[in-house]
């Protein structure tokens, strides 16, 4: 349950933070390496939202408790989706083709 429903598709609810956290990893991965061409960025920060999604499949007691905190789960989260491996992937586009549409020739 979000803490503030304004009202919006349950699609938008459940996906729009896995949309921006692949934004977000395509902008730390530019931010990282800002003459890398925009393709291979895409590509880096693919793996690495990949690679987090699936560490959601290792479980370890350790891990786990720290899966049931709140920063554990704005982290590592707590359930594996392939889902949110696609909404990865729009928020990686997304943040590509406005970084290609804005780079300084």
Do not use: C
Not at 1 to 17: D, H, S
Not at 48 to 56: I, P, Q, S, T
């Amino acid at each position: 349950m979000r803490l503030l429903p304004l009202g919006l598709p349950k699609e938008i609810v459940k996906y729009a933070g896995s949309v921006l956290w692949g934004a977000m990893v395509y902008g730390l991965v530019a931010f990282v390496r800002p003459a890398a061409a925009t393709g291979r960025l895409v590509l880096v920060a693919l793996i690495v939202a990949m690679l987090v999604e699936l560490f959601r499949l290792v479980h370890t007691p350790a891990l786990d408790a720290f899966r049931l905190t709140l920063a554990g789960q704005l982290l590592l989260g707590r359930i594996f989706s392939p889902w949110n491996i696609l909404a990865y992937a729009v928020g990686i586009g997304s943040a590509a083709a406005f970084d290609a549409a804005t780079r300084r020739r």
